[in-house]
């Protein structure tokens, strides 16, 4: 049995030109969204908030101990309004202290700093505690504080401050535990 030949389709409209594509006008989209992200991103680069200042007075660079770490504040810059790179981005509800600290383990057991220990005061007397997150990020190196420290062994690290903005920082209170009295360095 054969099968009947289908009915012709001369009724059918064609046009006389085919439908035109859709990329050109994507690309465009693309184009103008990727722009738009371009300029947000620099303007959101654009730091038009206070300066950042460095501290070079008070105690910095002697070493004062607490228990069995001896603690040596190296630099104190603070005025500083993010942390971070294009893949995160950590913004203070005030503004950074970044308190560089040189620690030494002289002691003859393994050691730990904890940094929620270690309090910055201003010159009115009010009290910051480190915010953890932003000392994670801003301490990448492969041997810092944050680690176990030898015993004998000094290692390197920044403790950071979430103050209220326009504040400088007068005084900090490292502590080798949290239970230990605390060594105060007067930083402004």
Same mark, same amino acid.
């Given at each position: 049995m054969t099968r009947p030949a289908p009915a012709p389709t001369e009724d059918r409209d064609f046009p006389d030109h085919p439908r035109p594509s859709r990329w050109p006008w994507v690309a465009g989209v693309l184009v103008v969204l990727l722009a738009a992200a371009g300029v947000f991103y620099y303007l959101r680069q654009d730091d038009s908030g206070p300066e950042t200042v460095t501290t070079t007075g008070g105690q910095l660079g002697r070493a004062v101990e607490d228990g069995t770490f001896a603690f040596t504040v190296t630099a104190v810059r603070c005025g500083v309004s993010k942390l971070g790179d294009e893949a995160v981005d950590l913004e203070p509800r005030g503004s950074y202290c970044l308190v560089d /600290?040189? /620690?030494?383990n002289g002691g003859t057991a393994v050691g730990s700093l904890d940094s929620?220990?270690?309090?910055?005061y201003d010159a009115a007397g009010a009290e910051f505690t480190t915010d953890a997150q932003a000392e994670t990020f801003v301490n990448t190196d492969a041997q810092n504080f944050l680690d176990q420290i030898n015993p004998g062994a000094q290692v390197r690290g920044t403790l950071v401050f979430d103050v209220p903005e326009r504040t400088a920082l007068a005084s900090l209170v490292l502590h080798e535990t949290s239970s230990s009295a605390g060594a105060r360095i007067a930083v402004g």
């Open positions: /600290v040189l /620690v030494k929620s220990s270690q309090k910055a």
